[in-house]
């Protein structure tokens, strides 16, 4: 059935078709870009004009560059699904599009009004917030609505780094940079929940997964007590929340898992990418009791979580999207490959026999690799009509 509001027919150039393609193509190119830049920034001691925190600017621009460019570029496609109502395509496209780019180049322009950049910055996900909210409510699949709040929470996360960056308050930066890692952690477990048994079940032949129905009961729940502990200073809370996290997070991927994913790339990439969520807590409950580094955690959820579920989703939805077979070639298992161990060696770096720099800066470059490998394989994919001449 086609959505309401969609076009018959897509021209030559498809960039702006659906919401998917300028996110996906986009942020895996800032993904290679910003992360140069700050291997360069952190060893050289050189900084951005309107972040003075370089470790803010890091931070901020692979949680509300990348990462938001990916759940942008996800849910703007996803809720035409779930609604069957067209998302903004076309010129509202690119207008949302050129926001997000605008917000990225912005903090290197010399003598940029810091309100300027933070007015900018601050607009996305409003306007992504409005992009899926009218679809949804034309629809009356009210469900769908829990992503608003998310969106909004993601505005308050970035409006606390902004204010401490413009200089009208103190010591908000960091609590608002924390509170946007969890927000992506709670999208991961929500969207992830929905799609990585389907794709499962939908990839593998034979395979059946397992969906506890106490586990998806309370997991979500859980998540939400979890994120609200991690941002005050009851260590105690933290540290239980986090267990019992890890906890419910592996039973969950155990139901999905079966030793036949190995034989399908887009399937094993998710369920490995899956597998840093449990990790990540548990590495934040010791954490939390003074017995690893709060960075390593991070980095769990951050390098691990998010690097291999973003590119395994968006290469599994980048095919199925634009009417290609779902198989990738052995570039982008390389990918995948580069991926895990720049995921790998991030988490671990305390414990690597090389120093810290030098582990810093070959996990980044296995993660530029990655993500250079993708944009090699799907650009064409991504700004081309679909294979089956359907708009889209």
């Not at 305390?350 to 250079?372: D, E, N, Q, R, V």
Request: hydrophobic share 60%.
């Amino acid at each position: 059935m086609i959505p309401i509001g969609e076009p018959r027919k897509s021209s030559p150039f498809a960039l702006f078709n659906l919401g998917f393609r300028p996110f996906f193509l986009f942020g895996a190119v800032a993904a290679v870009i910003l992360l140069g830049l700050w291997l360069v920034f952190y060893s050289s001691g050189l900084g951005v004009g309107y972040y003075s925190n370089t470790m803010y600017w890091h931070a901020h621009e692979m949680l509300f560059g990348f990462s938001m460019a990916i759940v942008a570029g996800f849910l703007l496609t996803a809720v035409r699904n779930w609604t069957n109502v067209q998302t903004p395509f076309g010129n509202t496209l690119a207008g949302i599009f050129l926001l997000w780019l605008a917000a990225r180049i912005l903090p290197f322009i010399p003598d940029m009004p810091g309100e300027v950049v933070a007015v900018i910055d601050l607009a996305f996900a409003p306007v992504v917030a409005v992009g899926i909210g009218i679809p949804i409510i034309r629809s009356g699949n009210y469900r769908n609505l829990m992503f608003i709040p998310i969106l909004a929470a993601f505005f308050a996360a970035n409006l606390m780094v902004h204010l401490e960056t413009l200089g009208v308050t103190s010591n908000t930066a960091m609590s608002g940079l924390h509170l946007a890692l969890y927000l992506v952690v709670m999208v991961i477990t929500v969207i992830g929940g929905r799609v990585i048994p389907f794709f499962t079940e939908r990839g593998v032949a034979g395979v059946s997964c397992s969906r506890y129905s106490w586990v998806e009961k309370t997991i979500l729940p859980a998540t939400a007590l979890w994120l609200i502990s991690m941002l005050t200073s009851y260590a105690t809370l933290q540290i239980a929340t986090s267990a019992v996290l890890a906890l419910i997070s592996a039973i969950r991927l155990y139901g999905w898992f079966s030793p036949a994913i190995f034989k399908v790339p887009l399937v094993w990439i998710l369920q490995l990418g899956y597998l840093f969520i449990p990790l990540g807590y548990a590495l934040t409950a010791l954490a939390a009791a003074g017995q690893t580094s709060g960075s390593i955690a991070i980095h769990s959820f951050a390098a691990g979580a998010i690097g291999l579920i973003t590119l395994g989703m968006m290469a599994r939805v980048s095919l199925g999207h634009t009417g290609r077979p779902l198989a990738v070639t052995p570039m982008i298992v390389a990918a995948f490959v580069l991926m895990t161990l720049a995921a790998v060696i991030r988490v671990s770096i305390t414990h690597l026999p090389i120093p810290y720099l030098a582990g810093l800066h070959l996990s980044g470059t296995l993660w530029m690799l990655a993500w250079i490998l993708f944009l090699v394989r799907y650009l064409p994919i991504l700004v081309k009509p679909r294979a089956d001449g359907l708009f889209g």
